[in-house]
């Protein structure tokens, strides 16, 4: 049976149907599972048969899925995804961009959201992004190795689209990011995996501002 944090008794238990006050907490070899039933974009997850959004937490090594969300997922996904299920006995704490997209941070906080979640955001409201977002069937989350900063950076581009060439960019800056939309093999460090994802993910905001904001 899965375990989950309880907030209040600051300990692990079984999950319940009748408490729903706890985080369940899986290593990140988890998302290959939810993948399979759901399309992730950030921190949202988008059933793609019934169109529905629900919020997960998807951290550097880690993925929390709230109790009360978990608990009405489909079972054999709950199923399929327990082998993964981690109980350490430390506290588990939910990512600031998960409470500001929960709406419990304050819209004047919104610059200390990391890019990528407001991309997310954005894809998320609008419509011209969401629809070919789903049709696209690529999950966007933040990527820790080279080969998921190769996916990342081509099915982010896909998607928005943002200019890296015509603009004031240095030369290098413009063939890293093309070498990685378009799969170039390059030798990162996890420094530098991190740094250039955000970049990707900064270009493709500031698309979405200039054009739904």
């Known amino acids: 049976m899965i375990?989950?944090?309880d907030i209040q008794s600051n300990s692990f238990r079984n999950i319940s149907q009748i408490k729903n006050n706890g985080l369940a907490y899986f290593s990140r070899e988890s998302i290959s599972v939810i993948k399979k039933y759901y399309i992730i974009c950030g921190n949202y997850c988008i059933d793609?048969?019934?169109?529905s959004v629900f919020l997960i937490d998807v951290q550097n090594y880690d993925v929390i899925i709230p109790e009360a969300i978990l608990i009405l997922l489909n079972s054999h996904f709950v199923q399929e995804i327990e082998k993964y299920n981690v109980c350490n006995e430390q506290p588990v704490n939910l990512s600031f961009s998960f409470f500001y997209l929960n709406g419990q941070i304050e819209e004047h906080e919104r610059k200390k959201i990391d890019p990528l979640t407001l991309v997310c955001e954005f894809i998320i409201k609008n419509k011209k992004l969401l629809t070919p977002f789903i049709?696209?069937?690529k999950s966007l989350v933040f990527p820790v190795n080279i080969s998921e900063l190769y996916s990342f950076s081509n099915n982010i581009y896909s998607l928005i689209q943002f200019d890296y060439m015509s603009k004031d960019y240095e030369i290098q800056f413009k063939y890293t990011i093309d070498a990685l939309i378009n799969g170039y093999h390059m030798n990162f460090s996890l420094f530098e995996i991190k740094k250039y994802a955000y970049?990707?993910?900064?270009?493709?905001?500031?698309k979405l501002e200039e054009n739904y904001a």
């Open 3 to 5: 375990q989950v944090y």
């Open 199 to 206: 970049n990707i993910c900064q270009l493709a905001l500031e």
């Open 48 to 51: 793609n048969f019934f169109q």
């Open 135 to 137: 049709a696209q069937g």
